[in-house]
């Protein structure tokens, strides 16, 4: 059976950009591992009448909705208020709330009697049943209409998470037999997308109906993301795995992994199959492949280290690039960028070096290269692999970040050609 589900985020600081809304992401995924698949997300504002008009769009659409947010004490919150008028009931007062909110404050030390906002967080809509909040003081909130499924969370990321993980999923994996949802991401690099599509036109259009194919391009690489639906997982695992195995007799040159589209992933994989470790030397991406290296299980097996040689005395004193190539060429050139990959091998002892320089902006770089130029070298230390990369359209975040991206790419490039 399939079930589907609106995720309803409430906050006037989420559409004015204050905060990113991370909350539906983490939502969507929590509910895919149980095959309950998001049709909708909606973001409102702290106003009681929006508030209820997302109820109603959401329960007309979907079997369960998900709301976080505005289950606070202050006046701005306003969504258990809005759900008894949606319900056509009242707010009624549940003294185990008031013994959670009691201990909470015990744990933190806050010895003091609780005021009237900590107590009206007790209130919750007659018609709704609540869930205790080991991690705060606003209460989660289920309420069943007909056969259809209203649950409040809070807005704060911690708590949200807490109850999803502990209480909701268990909950709605016990109510509902859903249909298995299976995901794979194989990762393409080399060819655009538009000539990807044409090339796999015939064998894309044979995919079975509950096959779904999604290109997600970045700016090197394109993650091919099979989706797929029914009463077996296993049976579904096989026939994407013989699908991909099709695929492989027409695309095989340009599929960098079968089973990962973070290349993050990949580049463990690849390190760990070949035995190699690997270190970096930044300059304008100051850290960031670093961290991305590092941002998963397992890394300290091949992850060495980082040089973050952002200033030119530390590129020349610690990881020994010549004075003299960067007076002759810039300190954004391919030959600097060559030295920075060197010089880091040799410093951390490392099996492959990566190194970036580069102008991220918003100003030109002290030599006058322009905004969104780029080096890229890695380097085992007999051989070398450059790329020059030039984005002077993107803010410095999304440079930083992309830069990072095709680094790790070039890297995986490097291992295959050259092990």
Known sequence: MKINATILTIGDEILIGQIVDTNSAFIAKQLNTIGIEVEEILSVKDEFQTIMEGFGRGISKADLVIVTGGLGPTKDDKTKAALCKFLGCDLVREEKVIQNIMRLFEERGYKRELNNLNQDQALIPEKSTFIQNKFGTAPCLWTTIDDK?????????????G????????????QFKSDEIVHRDILISGIPES??????????????EFIHLAYLPNRTSIDLRFTASGENRNDLENIIQQEINSLKLIAGEYIVAENSGNIVEVLKDVLLQKKLTISTAESCTGGSIASLLTSISGSSTYFVGSVVSYATHVKTTILGVNPAIINQFSVVSEEVAMQMSKGVLKVLNSSLAVSTTGVAGPSRGEDGQEIGTCWIAVTNGNTTLTKKFFYPYLDREDFIKIISNNALNLVVQFVKENY
């Open 149 to 161: 499924i209203i649950i409040n969370l809070p807005g704060v990321p911690f708590e949200m998470k």
């Open 163 to 174: 109850l999803m993980r502990d209480e909701i999923i268990p909950r709605l994996k016990k």
């Open 195 to 208: 000539d990807l599509a044409i090339l796999i036109e015939d064998w894309e259009n044979q995919l079975p």
